[in-house]
């Protein structure tokens, strides 16, 4: 019998968190949810957990029908995936400016050199996250956009905290990268290798 998870209303990332808990106890779950920030982020969860996903769109909300997999036993990773891994290096971006000063042209003038100089060297990070007025780099209009998009071009991961945007008001103006939530960002965090904040 499917556990059902009703996540309306409930803020980033508890929708996520609490789907992922009910895996853990029943091969089905549907979760409920109000909005496809929501939507996005417990079915990009599930799929990356095995699970297959059925999306039914209600007046009540939006179902997610979610079925859990017989996972594949794992064999030993060879040693060379487990360096990879072990080493991701994860880019986090807290601000629209660069460093901290009285100026806050110069941050701007900063931020953009870095990230047009970024595509230049190595090794570029598996991953860039972006929170708080980060999140403003990554929108229409943004000076550093066209190379945020060059670096997701090669295979840069581009993460923007979903939250943030929607302080900003700017969900609907990102132009590169994916709307991201705590889950995932707190989960690419204490998996990387390295972290280095802007």
């Not at 598996?126 to 000076?143: R, Y």
């Not at 060059?150 to 302080?167: D, K, P, Q």
């Amino acid at each position: 019998m499917a556990v059902t998870v009703d996540a309306r209303g409930l803020p980033c990332p508890q929708p996520v968190i609490l789907t992922r808990n009910a895996l853990r106890e029943s091969v089905e779950v549907i979760t409920i949810v109000d909005n496809d920030t929501a939507r996005h982020n417990v079915l990009r969860m599930a799929q990356k957990e095995g699970c297959t996903v059925e999306v039914e769109e209600k007046e009540d909300g939006i179902y997610l029908h979610i079925t859990r997999g017989e996972m594949p036993r794992e064999e030993p990773a060879p040693q060379a995936a487990v360096t990879s891994a072990a080493g991701s290096l994860v880019l986090v971006v807290p601000s629209e400016f660069m460093g901290r000063g009285e100026h806050e042209e110069l941050g701007r003038i900063l931020v953009r050199g870095f990230f047009h100089t970024l595509g230049e060297v190595e090794p570029l990070p598996d991953t860039i996250i972006f929170f708080n007025s980060g999140v403003k780099l990554v929108v229409e209009g943004s000076p550093v956009v066209e190379d945020l998009k060059g670096l997701a071009e090669r295979g840069v991961e581009i993460l923007a905290c979903g939250t943030c945007l929607g302080y900003y008001e700017l969900k609907d103006k990102v132009a590169v990268g994916e709307v991201s939530n705590m889950y995932t960002i707190a989960e690419t965090l204490l998996r990387a290798g390295k972290v280095v904040s802007l």
